[in-house]
């Protein structure tokens, strides 16, 4: 059992605050809107969504969470390990680093911004653990090797090239490689975007298994309703780069208040 | 300029220092870069030796000393113990060098993460960050691949604990060596347009595994010219029978080694050989 699984059996995981609040977040393409006026809460735990149309400004928020992108105005603070709430925005580049290699995760829509597709699947899941510090090759390789088994990949196929895998497997791989620091966030743009239905049945099955075992708290941006109906607790509905509408993700599908809310839960397909 | 640019280097060990490279009289990657850096140190009373993957007697080298004979005046030698100045290609003299020694080496690539991360944004911050995970992810991929690190040359080092620098392609079995100089060692590479520095006595650590440690292999004979089992070998096919010898590749070792009586199993005797 790893620390992060046994912290949250343990219950150390919960904590009186939240884990990330966002206040007043806003980035601003000269004169477009990419997102305004943002806040919230995320718990430790706890999975929100994040659902609009494209060019809602979804991508654009959860960039400037992660700190790919610097927002024009607002705070993310972050409950780091060691040194309490920080402001992310306003942190150190160094320091902002070495939060997305150890505490955050990054899930890319398209497997191969996330993925080093020359290098190995093992040395895909290594990267990070060396990027910390790892320096014995034969527990990087385990390490590796327990991964790939959690995402359903065989051990066999460790040093192959990402490039040789399908598009489910390239998109679970980069999960492990993510999650193989045990990080506390993973930001999630768009992760079943590309692919099949039944496959991402099974990436939505792996990653909910994931999320509840490891007690991770997690974003996911996605237009898919079923993705967020089946892996988020909370729910964020966005237009035009502003929030319309939260809450608890069975309220808001089964009774959307705002219009645009209405819309998108009525614009799904029953099959 | 590149003086400044070397005054630069000197202070932040490890550093690649941009510096505006100018056109020399020969093409990009016969040692543009070192030239430009050996004129810069060169002063009317210092000696120059210059070698190419070890010897004395190749076309470069002998080009490029000649150049700086006619050019600067200087006196030049082949003796590793007798000059002041030292410009190379792919070694490091076997000869210890000393204080006051200058090492001058023509690099034809100097950024150590060029072939993982193209883009010279993105490794200069991950320079500055000291984000040298990559770095790991190469060799892990080579024992994946190989069984064993199989770099052998340009092997990455870290120096004084800060900056990952690529050694220029001298083998591996050159690494030890680079630590601890009592020489000043000076980078050039000319296209790249880049100087970086290891100032004496400086520690500088081949990157490894802690289960596969580094290790500065080399062919596993003895000289055939002058029996040494310590220094670098070149491989030599003498036939197209399969027949082959290895001599030094440090053309002034070995024949120091040969005038002071050491013979290999393949040497004429000395003096015979000299007439």
């Known amino acids: 059992m790893t620390a992060p699984e046994r912290a949250f059996e343990e219950g150390a995981g919960v904590s009186d605050r939240p884990l990330l609040q966002v206040r007043g977040l806003a980035k601003t393409y000269g004169a477009r809107i990419g997102c305004a006026d943002v806040s919230f809460d995320l718990w430790p735990g706890e999975v929100m969504g994040i659902v609009g149309e494209s060019g809602s400004g979804k991508s654009t928020l959860l960039n400037c969470l992660a700190g790919h992108l610097a927002p024009d105005r607002g705070e993310v603070i972050f409950d780091t390990r060691g040194h309490g709430p920080r402001d992310t925005v306003t942190m150190p580049e160094p320091e902002r680093r070495m939060l997305s290699r150890t505490d955050w995760a990054f899930v890319h829509q398209n497997p191969r911004d996330g993925l080093r597709m ?119 509905v966005m237009k035009s780069g502003h929030v319309v509408e939260q809450g608890l993700t069975d309220q808001v599908l089964d009774d959307p208040q705002h219009g645009y809310t209405q819309l998108l839960v009525s614009s799904v397909l029953q099959v | ?187 050039g590479a000319g296209r790249e347009q880049r100087i970086y520095a290891l100032p004496p006595f400086t520690r500088v650590v081949s990157l490894d595994f802690e289960d596969h440690p580094f290790d500065p292999s080399k062919a596993d004979h003895p000289c055939a010219l002058c029996g040494a089992e310590d220094s670098y070998l070149d491989e030599v096919i003498t036939d197209d029978a399969g027949g082959r010898m290895f001599v030094c590749s440090d053309t002034d070792y070995c024949a120091g080694r040969r005038a002071a009586g050491h013979q290999g199993a393949l040497a004429a005797p000395f003096e015979e050989a000299g007439t």
């Open chain 2, 1 to 187: 300029m590149i003086r400044r640019a070397l005054l630069k280097a000197v202070a932040v060990p490890g550093y690649q220092v941009p510096f505006a490279s100018r056109e020399m009289p020969m093409p990009y990657g016969w040692g543009t870069g070192g030239v430009q850096v050996t004129a810069a140190c060169l002063c009317p009373e210092d000696v120059l030796k210059v070698i190419d993957q070890g010897a004395d007697d190749t076309t470069n080298a002998v080009s490029i000393r000649r150049f700086f004979e006619r050019t600067a005046g200087v006196a030049v030698t082949e003796r590793t113990d007798a000059a002041t100045v030292i410009q190379t290609r792919h070694r490091i003299p076997e000869t210890p060098l000393a204080e006051g020694q200058i090492l001058v080496y023509q690099v034809p690539i100097p950024e150590p993460l060029r072939f993982l991360e193209p883009r010279e944004t993105e490794t200069r911050r991950m320079h500055a960050l000291e984000d040298y995970g990559l770095m790991h992810v190469r060799l892990y991929e080579d024992i994946a691949r190989h069984g064993t690190i199989a770099t052998s040359y340009a092997y990455p080092v870290k120096v004084e604990g800060r900056y990952v620098m690529d050694p220029s392609p001298i083998p591996k079995f050159d690494n030890p060596k680079l630590s601890d100089c009592p020489a000043l060692q000076l980078f």
């Open chain 1, 118 to 236: 020359g290098v190995s699947a093992g040395g895909n899941v290594g990267e990070r653990l060396m990027a910390v510090g790892a320096r014995h090759y034969g527990d990087i390789r385990a390490t590796a090797l327990d991964w790939m088994g959690r995402v359903e990949i065989e051990a066999a196929r460790i040093d192959d090239r990402p490039s040789a895998f399908s598009g489910g497997m390239q998109q679970r791989l980069q999960i492990a490689r993510n999650l193989v620091t045990g990080p506390r966030l993973v930001f999630m743009d768009e992760p079943t975007g590309g692919l099949d239905v039944s496959v991402q049945a099974r990436l939505l099955d792996l990653l909910r298994g994931l999320v509840r075992r490891m007690g991770l708290s997690a974003i996911v941006v996605t237009h898919d309703l079923a993705v967020v109906r089946l892996l988020a607790d909370r729910l964020m």
